[in-house]
Nanobody, 119 residues
């Protein structure tokens, strides 16, 4: 099992910045990828950013150039630096951990942290 603890959400004005953190514990040796998803009211959960074991990362188009995902391997923590925030970034942000064991991937989720961007 993998446990995830998120922090860093809050209320910020448009144009501001926030940094989300997600600390993983447990069977973290099976790490394959970590990412952030978000879900706004009435909308489906969407993938925001992912960082892979290789260190490569990808982003949804709407956050490219504004958000940066990074990982501290020693601390098993992933960060999402969010700059130039917009009201449309308002959502609950969820940390996701993908563990690979054998040929199977297993998803683990954090509890979610609210990000609210005021106009």
């Amino acid at each position: 099992q993998v446990q995830l603890v998120e922090s860093g959400g809050g209320l910020v004005q448009a144009g501001g910045s926030l940094r989300l953190s997600c600390a993983a514990s447990g069977r973290t040796f099976s790490f394959n990828a970590m990412g952030w998803y978000r879900q706004a009211p009435g909308k489906q959960r969407e993938l925001v950013a992912t960082i892979y074991r290789s260190g490569s990362s990808n982003y949804v188009d709407s956050v490219k150039g504004r958000f940066t995902i990074s990982r501290d391997n020693a601390e098993n923590t992933v960060y999402l630096q969010m700059n130039s925030l917009k009201p449309e970034d308002t959502a609950v942000y969820y940390c996701n951990y993908v563990a690979r064991r054998g040929f199977n991937d297993y998803d683990y989720w954090g509890q979610g942290t609210q990000v609210t961007v005021s106009s």
